[in-house]
């Protein structure tokens, strides 16, 4: 007898893999339920403006986000607001509890996209001044910087994007930059360096923020051209300043990790069909050991994933 409680399909996550995992698993004829910690979009709607995503010349991230959640809304998956904390398998192997912090729920199969978060930067006052100075999204904060002075951390496509949308807002921005050059792609290292708002610091990192309730003082570390280790103290009224980190991702594979292969940075490791070493369980994004992390190739492996998931609960035929 059927169980109507257990899921033939249940998606973590509703970034560009998840979502377009929703899509690909309502076109083979799932219902497929997609449990995520936030709203339409994933890492993609923290961003300005995608202009790489084919087909779609100009979108602001939150816009292509919300196009991806109606298009699966619309197709029938389903959406619940949580936090998945674990996933276990149960019933000897042929059923997956899905444990969130507002219960748990049961699926033959599951699709795995929980991407990833931002890393920190690990200088002092970091933590302290979260969301009080210390941001980790330019496009989500910017705005409270409007003619004020700020830091980007990081020297990689990222940090140059964030710095690039800082300095329509900001009165100046100083990229910090520990290596001696930018990692970024040839157009974006380009438009950084060609911008008179923005100013790069080499061989530099923060070394702390410092200030009562909010920061006063940015602490920089650098080398000179001699070699020479120097330090920098520089003042600022109370909020005046803000620190943008933008120095890589930590994926979030926690859950799946008794479950799946990880490599040494945490990144799981896939099969070329999404799966892993559990039968039954499909793992697509940016979460997943892979070459290239962009909206197209998360929602290029949410596809597969769906598909491969379709064939698993015998949908679909070979
Ligand atoms: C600032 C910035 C700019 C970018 N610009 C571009 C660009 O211009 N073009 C481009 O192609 N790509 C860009 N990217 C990269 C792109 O956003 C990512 O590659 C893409 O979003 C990855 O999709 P994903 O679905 O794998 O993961 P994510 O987008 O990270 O989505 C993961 C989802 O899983 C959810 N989740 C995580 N953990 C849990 C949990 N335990 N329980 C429930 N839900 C969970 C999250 O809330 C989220 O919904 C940018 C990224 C950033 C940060």
Known sequence: MTDLNVRDVIIVGSGPAGLSAAIYATRAGLRPLVISSSAAGGQIATTDLVD???????????????????HAEHLGAEFEFDQVVSIDRREGGSLFEVV????????????????????????????????????????CDGMFYRGKEVFVVGGGNTA?????????????????????HL??????????????MIKVRYLTRIEGVEGESLIERVVLASVDALGVPTRE??????????????????????PVCRLAELDDQGYVV?????????????????????????????????????????????????
């Not at 979460?287 to 609960?313: C, E, N």
């Open 183 to 196: 990692r970024a792609m040839r157009s974006l290292r380009d438009a950084v360096l060609s911008s008179p």
């Open 270 to 318: 896939t099969r070329p069909d999404m799966s892993v070493a559990t039968p039954g369980l499909f793992c697509a994004g940016d979460v997943r050991a892979t070459p290239l992390r962009q909206a197209i190739t998360a929602a290029s492996d949410g596809a597969i994933a769906a598909t491969s998931a379709a064939r698993y609960v015998g949908v679909l035929g070979d």
């Open 52 to 70: 790489n995503y084919p087909g779609i010349e100009d979108i602001t991230g939150a816009e292509l986000g919300q196009r991806l959640w109606d």
């Open 160 to 180: 140059c994007e964030e710095a690039l949308y800082l300095a329509k807002v900001a009165s100046s921005v100083t990229l910090v930059v520990r290596k001696d």
């Open 233 to 254: 103290e520089l003042s600022f009224a109370p909020g005046g300043v803000g620190v943008f980190v933008s120095v890589g991702q930590v994926p979030q594979s926690a």
């Open 100 to 139: 969130c912090e507002g219960g748990s729920l049961r699926a033959r199969s599951v699709i795995y996209a929980a991407g990833a978060s931002p890393r920190k930067a690990g200088f002092a006052g970091e933590n302290r001044f979260g969301g009080r100075g210390v941001s980790y999204c330019a496009t």
